[in-house]
Every structure is written in structure tokens, then in C-alpha cells.
């Protein structure tokens, strides 16, 4: 039975007519058109799909659209200023090679985004903690750790060398 879901995606509100049962990343992406955010293994394990809602990382490949009705949602394509200027943790991934392959980038991203707002003295244990529930695939998580931490000294107004050394 279709329902009617309204939120606010990267700061612009949207409304459309979804079957109740979809996915809230099947809407961002056959809806909305916005691929940065990936479905990876549909069982909330990988965390390719991780996207904010009012704030905090969520898995939107086990959240149902409706249930996101009044939400504020911030994907990938939304973390970026409106000049294309990289959040600070999207240019510490690229500075520190911590990209890989990129499909489990925008997942990591939003994740370490959240790990670091809720904690901004992280240690590598805590970032290692805190992207437990992320995979990459290509086991690249050294420099992904690399860029979370320089990401995170950068958020707080730093530069991202101390974390390059």
C-alpha cells in the first residue's frame, strides 16, 4: 500500500509516493537519484549505505523510508559545502589514500563523521571500535584509520598533518 513520505534530504524537502515496505536507500536512490550512498550486503553488516538522520549515522538499508517521515537526512552528496568544498573528513580520506576501491567510502565517511562528533578526542582503538561496523572489502583500513584520525583533528579547526606523520 503506498503512503506519502516527507523529509529533508542534504537541506532540501522532499515528498514522494513509496510502497510502505521501501527501504529508506532504495528511496534515496531510485527516488532521489543520489548513488553515493551503496547497498552492500542488505543485511545492515557492511555499512555501505550509512547515512545521517537529524544527525546520527543510521544504516538505511534496514530502515524503512516511512520511517524516516520528518526526518532530516544528510547523505554523502549532502556533507559537502554547497561550493564543493570537501568536508574535512572527505578531504582527509583522499589526503590520506584512505579510499581504496570506494565503494565503502560514503559509508565510512558518514560513520567517521558521527564517531567524531560524539567524541572528538578519538584514540586509533576508538576509531577502529567505532568503524566495526563498516567493511572494506579491499582491507584497506590502516590508511582509512590514518584519514578518520587526521579527519578528525581537522574537524576541530587542525590541519591534518599531525595525523599524516
Known sequence: MPCTVSM?????AVSREVEERTLLVTFLRDQLGLTGTHVGCDTSQCGACVVH???????????????ADGA???????LAAADGTLHPMQAAFREHHGLQCGFCTPGMVMSAVDLVTANPSLSEHDVREGLEGNICRCTGYHNIVKAVMAGAEAMQGGTMKAAAE
Open 53 to 67: 538522520i537529524d544527525g546520527r549515522s543510521v544504516k538505511s538499508c534496514t530502515m524503512l523510508a516511512a520511517q
Open 72 to 78: 532530516a537526512v544528510t547523505t554523502i552528496e549532502g
Open 8 to 12: 529533508t534530504v542534504n537541506g532540501k
